[in-house]
C-alpha cells in the first residue's frame, strides 16, 4: 500500500467518523427538543418535539409567572420568552426564562400596552407585537438585556378592532409582523433591523396572523381562514396551502419546514412539504386554551 493510499484512507476514515458524529449529535439534539405551548389559562405545557410521537404526553408544565401566556419564543441560548398578555392575574409584561429553569429570571413591563406576541433577534433585542387603546398597531423594541424600550415603531392600521399577530424572521434578519383586523383583512409587514421603516409584503391570500419561517426563508401563514399558506421568499402569492379544520390560533415552524399549527385545544403537526397532518394531539388539560407555541430544548 503506498503512501498516498494511506492518506487517502486516512481522510475517509476521518470523514466517516465526522459526518458519524454529525449523526449522533443531530440525534441527540433532536431528542433534547420540545413543543412549548401557552395556555391562556395560566401555563406553559411542554409536549415532545417529535411528529412520529403517536402517544404524546405532557412532559412538563411551568406556571410560575405565567398569569395569561400568549405569544411564545425561545432564542438560540434556550431563553424562553413569555408574552402574559391584559386580562390575567397581573399587569401584562414579558416574562423571560432561562433554559431549563421553571422561573422567570427577569420581566419586562415598561411600555407595554395590550401585548400579544414576542419575537427575539440573534443579537438578543426583544420585539413586541402590541396594540394601544386606539387599537393603533405598534412594535416596541427593548435592547438587549435592557427592560425600557429602545424604540416603538408604529403600524400602519389596517381595520378596526385591530389586534397582534405574530411574529418572525426572514432569510435576511428582518422582522415579519402580522396584524390582524378581522376574519379577512391580514397585513404582514417587514422591518429592517434598527430601523423603523414598515413596508407590507403584500400578500395576496395570507390566511391569517399566524407566521412561521423556515430554514430556506419559506414564510408560512396561519389563521382564521382554516389552512397555513406557504410563501416562497419574495413572493406575493402563496405556492402551497395546508388545508387545517380549525382556527390556527399561533404557528412554529422547523428548519427543516415541520409544522405545528396550535388551535384552542390541539396541536396538528405536519412533515415537511405535507399537506395532510402526520400526527395531531389535544392539549385539554382542565380548561386550557392553547394559544402560541415554540421549539427549543429543555
Not at 395532510?276 to 392539549?283: D, G, L, Q
Request: proline share 5%.
Amino acid at each position: 500500500m503506498t503512501h498516498a493510499t494511506r492518506k487517502r484512507l486516512a481522510a475517509r476514515a476521518l470523514l466517516a467518523a465526522a459526518v458519524l458524529s454529525a449523526i449522533v449529535s443531530g440525534a441527540e439534539a433532536g431528542q433534547k427538543h420540545r413543543l412549548f405551548v401557552s395556555n391562556l389559562d395560566g401555563s406553559i405545557n411542554i409536549y415532545s418535539a417529535n411528529i412520529h410521537d403517536t402517544d404524546v404526553a405532557l412532559l412538563g408544565t411551568i406556571t410560575a409567572g405565567a398569569t395569561r401566556p400568549e405569544g411564545i419564543w425561545i432564542d438560540g441560548d434556550g431563553t424562553l420568552y413569555l408574552v402574559n398578555g391584559e386580562g390575567g392575574t397581573g399587569a401584562p409584561d414579558i416574562a423571560e426564562y432561562k433554559k431549563g429553569a421553571s422561573q422567570p429570571f427577569r420581566t419586562i413591563s415598561n411600555g407595554l400596552y395590550y401585548p400579544g406576541f414576542v419575537a427575539v433577534g440573534s443579537d438578543g433585542t426583544v420585539y413586541v407585537n402590541s396594540v394601544d387603546g386606539d387599537s393603533t398597531g405598534m412594535v416596541i423594541e427593548y435592547a438587549p438585556g435592557k427592560t425600557r424600550p429602545e424604540r416603538t415603531i408604529t403600524l400602519p392600521d389596517p381595520a378596526y378592532a385591530l389586534a397582534p399577530g405574530g411574529m418572525a424572521f426572514d432569510a435576511g434578519g428582518n422582522l415579519l409582523v402580522a396584524t390582524l383586523g378581522n376574519v379577512s383583512t391580514v397585513h404582514v409587514y417587514r422591518i429592517p433591523f434598527g430601523t423603523s421603516d414598515v413596508t407590507d409584503l403584500g400578500l395576496q391570500s395570507p390566511g391569517g396572523a399566524a407566521l412561521g419561517v423556515d430554514g430556506q426563508g419559506n414564510l408560512y401563514v396561519g389563521g382564521q381562514l382554516g389552512y397555513v399558506a406557504v410563501y416562497a421568499p419574495g413572493a406575493t402569492t402563496s405556492s402551497r396551502t395546508v388545508p387545517l379544520d380549525f382556527y390556527c390560533e399561533g404557528l412554529t415552524v422547523a428548519k427543516n419546514g415541520t409544522i405545528y399549527a396550535v388551535g384552542e385545544q390541539s396541536v396538528v403537526e405536519f412533515a415537511p412539504g405535507a399537506v395532510e397532518p402526520t400526527n395531531a394531539f389535544s392539549t385539554l388539560n382542565g380548561e386550557t386554551f392553547t394559544f402560541d407555541a415554540a421549539l427549543g430544548p429543555r
